[in-house]
């Protein structure tokens, strides 16, 4: 099924609608161009958007104004881990995992 937008579908579909509605114009039954009748009415179509894509959309809002990444910081942690003078705080991580069992 095709769709016109805004007349841009040059398809055969979109413009024979009149035809497969079982409807002809004068200009068809006559066999002349009919030159003095007014263009067809705009349709008004709507765009509903779903709840989903509203929430999406808050999302992704919410998701670009979170603070940025501390690079720095970042970059003091990997060079840490990889001389070896980071030291975890396994007591935190043990009861954040502990914690996480409730979760399922």
Do not use: Y
């Amino acid at each position: 099924m095709s769709m016109e937008i805004n007349g841009l579908n040059t398809s055969p579909a979109g413009s024979n609608k009149a035809k497969s509605a079982g409807q002809t114009s004068k200009a068809e039954s006559s066999g002349k161009p009919d030159n003095t009748s007014t263009p067809p009415a705009a349709n008004k179509e709507t765009v509903v958007i779903s709840a989903e894509a509203k929430s999406l959309s808050k999302l992704s809002a919410e998701v670009n104004t979170e603070a940025p990444i501390d690079q720095a910081k970042v970059d003091a942690i990997k060079a840490a881990i990889n001389d070896g003078s980071f030291k975890p705080n396994v007591e935190s991580i043990a009861n954040k995992l502990v914690g996480t069992d409730d979760l399922f």
